[in-house]
């Protein structure tokens, strides 16, 4: 069982592979060795450039950038929105953008198709506002709409944890990530982690215990 979490080593950087603790995955070449399947020439593509946009833009280039410039060489013109309508503002900002920069946009909020929460088995009290109508959000329908627009990249902008899984399952163009959700942390998730010897050390040790 793969755990490279808690490598000490990570000969998987340095080529030594001869140092491979006994639990390392290199072992396994397999598993891991990918270069059969880089011979299909899209995939080869994508994996080539996002190599030499991390070198290119290392340090440089925001990540809204680095999307923006792998979309171009890998030859995008149409780029898939799927967003929070939480993030309404910000994914206006993205489009505009985006726009500016040449490329087609088609945005999706998550709401649309305007479900009722309640054709999920979900009560009136179990609603973040009880009392209203609250629509489910809807990511397969997100991405049936840009499946049906035809975009070549499609980028999840702030999915709920969940939601953003049922919008990669169904997306036919390949995902990537700009923005990932955390209402607490300002979108920014790696904060938890970084204070989870600290501030959220019970909340994340404690109070999701499963044992």
């Not at 329908?141 to 399952?169: E, M, P, W, Y």
């Not at 997306?171 to 982690?193: E, Q």
Request: glycine letters at 8%.
């Amino acid at each position: 069982m793969s755990a490279c979490a808690e490598c000490k080593v990570y000969i998987c950087r340095t080529g030594h592979l001869e140092a491979a603790p006994e639990d390392c995955p290199m072992r396994d070449e397999v598993l891991v060795d990918t270069r059969s399947s880089l011979q299909d020439p899209i995939l080869r593509q994508m994996a080539r450039e996002s190599a030499l946009i991390e070198a290119e833009g290392y340090c440089r280039w925001t990540r809204v950038e680095e999307t923006m410039e792998f979309a171009r060489r890998i030859g995008v013109k149409t780029l898939g929105v799927a967003f929070c309508v939480g993030l309404r503002d910000e994914a206006r900002l993205l489009s505009r953008v985006l726009t500016a920069n040449g490329f087609q946009v088609v945005s999706i909020a998550c709401k649309t198709g305007s479900i009722p929460k309640e054709d999920l088995g979900i009560r009136d009290d179990q609603k973040v506002r009880p009392g209203t109508f609250e629509a489910m959000c809807n990511p397969i329908a997100q991405a049936r709409v840009l499946n049906a627009s035809g975009t070549g990249l499609n980028v999840v902008f702030g999915l709920c944890v969940g939601h953003d899984t049922l919008f990669i399952k169904h997306s036919k163009a390949p995902v990537t990530c700009l923005v990932a959700k955390d209402r607490v942390l300002a979108h920014n998730p790696v904060g938890a982690l970084n204070c989870s010897n600290g501030y959220y050390h019970r909340a994340l040790y404690e109070r999701h215990r499963t044992d």
